[in-house]
């Protein structure tokens, strides 16, 4: 299946020709440094972007790439319009909380609220048939952070996911910004629920600030977060008797409505639930925005910084007035995604990229579930509004957890997790490593100790 | 902003068997032969190097229910005591005098050797402003290491571990005893939870152990090297014989949960595998009823098994305690007046504990109000905020970190509980 360096060297003439240069560097250029060296961990271009946009590759999808090209498997993660597998739609369509109103919800204990989410969070990310959707969704699900157990947030969350991040994922950043200021998640777990006039909660004007749009150095002031939670001020969550619970509400007896002025902006008195919609306009509209998104994505995507690129972004921010697929285009076709050092898979990652790329069979339940949690990342606990941590150092303390997870997998001793034991040995280090080559010492090895040794190597750490 | 201070912890744990004992050699001859082959110059050295790790570890204790601070340390100078709990107060001549003012529940007798010698310290009317008198809030909001409801949502520990992460951090540098995760570590990525330290272990053939850590011999990154270090601490786990352990000068661990996780936490510092932060719970305390006399009953139970625990703890470690501190605490203290059932209801102020190396001890520190001051329902009013006895220790033990974003925006005093 592995192309060598020379067919390699031809594959990216091709996509020169195709008008995408960053391959003809990445033929001759290094990806990773010395230090990497790992078992056999491919530099191929497409187990790259399909590490980077998705979450690994699957079966079949480094030989699509390679059949079309970069440049065309770009677009298509872009358009994202692949029919999702009829039997992931089954088994998302089991899940309460997928499928009741949030406001029926309420029967159901907040474990089981969590566990149905972090259920459908896997499901979707081994089976979905569109990678960089799943990837963007876990890029907003972390930038918009809520933590599941501060209550009631498990409850709406449900529907954060649907409404916030996933229906616009790859589309419009303000219009998601817009859709987030009132969810009922956010609106909990941001304390928006008990900001009204005279008692103003800054909590969710200062994230919306530093983490969600300007950044931290966007160049806003206390005044700012003051105002802004003025702004905001009587958005609430429904609690009245007879009403539709757990919808958003605007309500004007706990709105302040007197004249608020926002990072130089004056907003005139009277403006009720139009301060708040004005609020989102400015910052959306504030260079800092376009700055900070470039940079976080960049950083997502590359590994490290990149001003060259993040310029590019910034620009696409601009001129589509914050669309998504805009600003991922540019990264997705650069030559710094292709030669970004390694990223650490993070826990979520490790069990969703081994899965794929063994095509299991998963329930995505309990079993499963306690194991990233051992990992240290039980999906929606994050307890703070910036989301589960990038940083290497972050993760590097609980390997253990990770082995057991690898080797639990392989010998068939997770519950409700499987793969074919119809796999020989080298077919699962080809899919699990990339190459055909198993090297002498792991020969010999079986199935199930091959698949645990892959997945709990070094280089299957790192994407 | 201010810094806590540097420790200068080296060299406080030194010369133990277990800690010279974690050698590459060791990790092979455990592994057994074959992978002597494997062995190269690259390899050749500790993950985790004794002689660079701090020593310095913190032991905090929750008492969850809420423990009744009256009962533990009693105010035995204070009439209202007397008046306002008629059948529960402890006579004076009963208790263990600390001063003039405060004696010593009669069961936590085996702490006062350390009180007289000056390694345990008291804070009395002490806690946080939570005023909802519920455990769930009360507790969530001192893990937090918050004032009250408000703040962030992460534990203080957490925040502290993120705040002062070193790329050559023991993968057991936090553990929690127990089943569960305490607030105090919520959004701690590499903290860990343990029943028994037996539970620290990888169970797959010998041959696919040998291949797995051959793999990460070679590696410069940060992985491979934290891949390195957890083989280090697996290998010391395997050699530290959990149910064969032996403490030292004779110390006696109850079997109670509390004695089993000293025990066990005593043995992880002797192995010298770079932990720095033991969280323990001892559930239980929530006496709304029949709460016992002075000498028998419930409180008196759960106080005697508290009190062995720790000595034994002090007593199995001796000299190497100098390097470790103990921090007692709990979500609330309880109402000044018994109740009729002869219990007490949930209330505010409360007591804590420290104890270990570097104490300045033998002391009760506290504003003392008077108990016919009381607040809310008729409680204890907090004059010590629980914070400034949580920085005087984090100070003095544990790596410099920013307080403020330990503690959530506090800044917190310093009581000279430690030095």
Partial sequence: MNLSRREWIALAGTALAAGCAPLAARATAKAQPEDFETPGNSEEPGRRLYNRAGFGPRPGNLARYREQGHARTVEQLLRADEPEDAALMMQLMRLDVLRVDPAELHDLKEETILAQLQQAAILRAVYGRNPLLERMSEFWTDHLNIFGKKRPAAWHKGADETKVVRRHALGSFPEMVRESARSPAMLTFLDGTQNQKGQPNENYARELMELHTLGVDGGYTQDDVMEVARCFSGWTVEDRFLRPRGRFRFDPDRHDAGEKRVLGTRIPAGGGIEDGEKVIEIVCAHPATARHLARKLVRKFVGTESPKLESQVEKAYWESRGEIREMLGPILTSRELLEGPPILKRPFDLVVSALRALDATTDAGNALQDHLEAMGQPIYQWPMPDGYPVETDAWSGSMLPRWRFAFALGAGALRGTSFSDGLVPATIYQALMGDDRVPLDLSGQDAASMAGLCIASPGFQWR | ?419
């Fill in chain 2, 1 to 419: 902003m201010h810094d806590w201070h540097t420790c200068d912890g080296s060299g406080r744990l030194e010369g133990n068997g277990v800690a010279a004992g974690v050698t590459r050699r060791g990790v092979m001859v455990g592994m057994g032969m074959g992978l002597l082959a494997w062995a190269t110059p690259a390899i050749a050295q500790l993950a985790i190097d004794p002689a660079k790790r701090d020593g310095n570890v913190l032991v905090v204790v929750f008492l969850r229910g809420g423990a009744d601070g009256l009962s533990l340390v009693v105010p035995f100078g204070d009439e209202t005591y007397y008046r306002l709990r008629p059948n529960l107060a402890i006579q004076r001549r009963l208790t263990h005098p600390l001063d003039g003012f405060y004696g010593l529940h009669p069961s936590l007798a085996p702490l006062l050797p350390l009180y007289e010698s000056g390694r345990m310290a008291v804070v009395h009317a002490c806690g946080s402003q939570d005023e909802t008198r519920s455990h769930f809030e009360a507790m969530d909001t001192m893990e937090r290491g918050a004032a009250k409801k408000e703040g962030p949502s992460s534990g203080w520990i957490a925040r502290y571990l993120q705040a002062s992460e070193q790329r050559s951090d023991s993968p057991l540098r936090a553990v929690a005893f127990g089943s569960t995760m305490p607030g105090s570590l919520i959004g701690a990525t590499g903290s860990v939870a343990l029943e028994s330290l037996t539970d620290y272990r990888l169970d797959i053939d010998p041959r696919s152990l040998k291949l797995l850590e051959r793999l990460y011999a070679p590696g410069k990154d940060e992985i491979a090297e934290a891949g390195r270090r957890t083989f280090d601490v697996l290998s010391a786990m395997d050699r530290l014989n959990v149910s064969g352990y032996r403490p030292e000068s004779g110390a006696a661990y109850p079997e109670s949960d509390l004695g089993k996780g000293l025990r066990q936490t005593a043995q992880l510092i002797k192995a010298g595998i770079g932990l720095e932060i033991a969280c323990l719970d001892k559930g239980g305390w929530d006496t709304h009823v029949a709460q016992g006399t002075a000498t028998a009953g419930w409180l008196p139970t759960l106080l005697d098994d508290m009190a062995r625990s720790l000595s034994a703890f002090d007593t199995d470690l001796g000299g190497r305690m100098d390097g470790v501190t103990v921090v007692v605490m709990s979500e609330f203290g309880r109402r000044i007046a018994e109740n009729s059932g002869l219990g007490t209801d949930h209330g505010h102020g409360g007591v804590m504990f420290v104890l270990g190396g570097g104490v300045r001890g033998g002391r009760v520190h506290a504003r003392w109000e008077g108990l016919e001051k009381a607040v809310g329902p008729g409680d204890l009013p907090v004059t010590t905020d629980y914070r400034d006895v949580l920085a005087d220790v984090a100070r003095h033990r544990l790596r410099p970190a920013a307080t403020r974003e330990v503690f959530a925006g506090y800044s917190p005093g310093s009581l000279g509980l430690m030095g």
